[in-house]
């Protein structure tokens, strides 16, 4: 069965090009629909492109994107434009009207009523492996509530987040070498603490040197991934999000500033309708768009003010 659908999509996509056509924006489904979602804290768009970052590009220029993805929407709340409450609202889908992180501190919180998407996936089917590999100790204790798929791999906080993404990548190509994930979630923190140290802008060599030093990883991730035995059953959707930008060498108190309260989206893969997305997105549409492409339907019951975003049109 899935020789025979391989074979179909080659002929349709020689026909495409026979006939000098575009390809229909429809796409047959694999049968084994999986997503990789890729966190950067503190990343700014722009600087993306002012540096030197191959893979980052190259998914850029043959997939999907948006450079005006808000983080925070118009939610009137007192979240700071902070890790805590940029990471909370990506990983549950809901702004902090509902998971009332509004900083790093994470005091009073709601997480526990506002599931992250391990739990809401492995909810739906519980064969799923949902994996998170988190260098940020509050992703794992407090976001994903101790999932047994999110694995705290390094302390970013005492030994470094510069290891710490190096810890994180050699775990990430060991999960896609010796494991099954559905939905793999990676956390890249060293950014971050490089925009601290030396500016959040296109125009600070150090910043776009710390792009490029992910980019690197994420070379050696996408290598492991498309050396998996079965990857070309595998329909993989990559997605590429920041918690906030950042301007000077703060993002605090951004909720005015372009700079810091613009993030992005990056959609690669064959799901991923390739051009800029057009229409609004925000930090609360990742979620949706990971649920649909695993097939998973959105259950009314769980609130999610945000919805799929920059995907094909599925074949029937």
Not at 135 to 150: A, F, K, S, V
Not at 214 to 234: F, M, N, Q, S
Request: hydrophobic residues 35%; positive net charge.
């Amino acid at each position: 069965m899935r020789t025979l659908i391989a074979k179909t999509a080659r002929t349709l996509l020689l026909c495409c090009l026979l006939l000098g056509g575009p390809a229909a924006p429809v796409f047959a489904q694999q049968e084994n629909p999986k997503v990789l979602m890729i966190g950067i804290d503190g990343c700014r768009f722009d600087a993306i492109l002012y540096s030197q970052a191959k893979l980052l590009k190259q998914y850029i220029k043959d997939g999907g994107h948006t450079d005006k993805c808000d983080v925070l929407d118009n939610i009137p709340t007192k979240a700071d434009t902070a890790s805590g409450a940029g990471w909370s609202s990506i990983l549950t889908g809901v702004w902090a009207d509902r998971h009332n992180v509004l900083g790093n501190d994470f005091a009073g919180n709601r997480l526990k009523d506002c599931p992250s998407i391990l739990h809401l996936a492995n909810r739906t089917n519980p064969k799923l492996q949902c994996i998170a590999l988190a260098t940020w100790q509050p992703i794992h204790e407090h976001i994903c509530q101790r999932h047994d798929g999110c694995r705290f791999v390094f302390d970013g906080d005492k030994k470094g987040y510069k290891d710490g993404d190096r810890v994180m990548t050699q775990a990430a190509i060991d999960v896609l070498k010796t494991e099954n994930p559905d939905l793999l979630f990676l956390y890249f923190g060293h950014l971050d603490s490089v925009g601290h140290g030396y500016g959040f802008h296109p125009k600070s060599p150090k910043y776009t040197n710390g792009i490029e030093e992910i980019d690197d990883h994420l070379i050696r991730i996408v290598k492991a991934l498309d050396a998996r035995p079965k990857r070309g059953t595998e329909d993989w959707l990559v997605m590429f999000f920041t918690d906030h930008g950042g301007q000077g060498k703060g993002h605090g108190g951004g909720r005015t500033v372009p700079e810091i309260r613009t993030g992005f989206l990056i959609l690669h893969g064959a799901a991923a309708a390739r051009g800029k997305i057009t229409d609004k997105v925000t930090n609360v549409d990742i979620v949706p768009t990971a649920l649909t492409h695993l097939g998973i339907a959105i259950d009314p019951n769980w609130r999610l003010p945000g919805r799929a975003v920059g995907l094909k049109k599925r074949q029937k």
